[in-house]
């Protein structure tokens, strides 16, 4: 006997539910990306250097030995550090003679921004929903309701 829990799923035997044969968990409600270059955007900001990186970067493009000078790592690390900037789209590298200046490419910070931007206002209108339902609760329980500051 087989059986598919949704469709697409892969079929589970009756051993699968019988006798409590572990099965990979497949969460449904999780969003799996389907933008690469959002996906390196967020892995390349995941690391604390390279967002420090880039703000220092915001001032002004920077060579990598400028870059590298408050690091307490080598040159090659920061190097590294800025290839993956490189491959993520954030940063761009302009090569004049010997020296690297390098500077935000502020595309890719956007896109992930509005990416971001949609989940904030989804979690804004739930937390003023809740907000909402808690005054209600409150005021019919007879409370006074407090709010922000007034705690």
Same mark, same amino acid.
């Not at 703000?55 to 000078?69: F, G, M, V, Y």
């Not at 190097?79 to 200046?101: F, N, P, T």
């Given at each position: ?31 799996? /990306? ?8 967020? /892995? ?34 920061? /190097? ?24 935000? =490419? ?7 921004? =509005? ?13 003023? /929903? ?22």
């Amino acid at each position: 006997m087989y059986v598919r829990a949704f469709p697409g799923d892969n079929l589970l035997t009756k051993e699968h539910l019988t006798h409590r044969i572990p099965l990979p968990i497949f969460n449904r409600m999780v969003e799996h /990306s389907r933008s690469p270059e959002l996906d390196r955007v967020f /892995s390349a900001l995941a690391d604390p250097t390279r967002r420090a990186i880039l703000r220092r970067l915001t001032d002004h493009p920077a060579t990598i030995n400028e870059i590298a000078k408050p690091f307490p790592v080598s040159l090659n690390a920061i /190097s590294k550090h800025v290839r993956r900037l490189e491959r993520a789209g954030i940063l761009r590298r302009e090569i004049k003679g010997r020296q690297h200046y390098c500077s935000v =490419e502020p595309g890719p910070l956007r896109e992930a921004n =509005e990416w971001l931007e949609q989940y904030r206002q989804f979690w804004e209108q739930r937390l003023d /929903s809740l907000e909402a339902y808690v005054a209600r609760k409150y005021q019919a329980s007879g409370r006074a309701v407090k709010h922000g500051n007034d705690r």
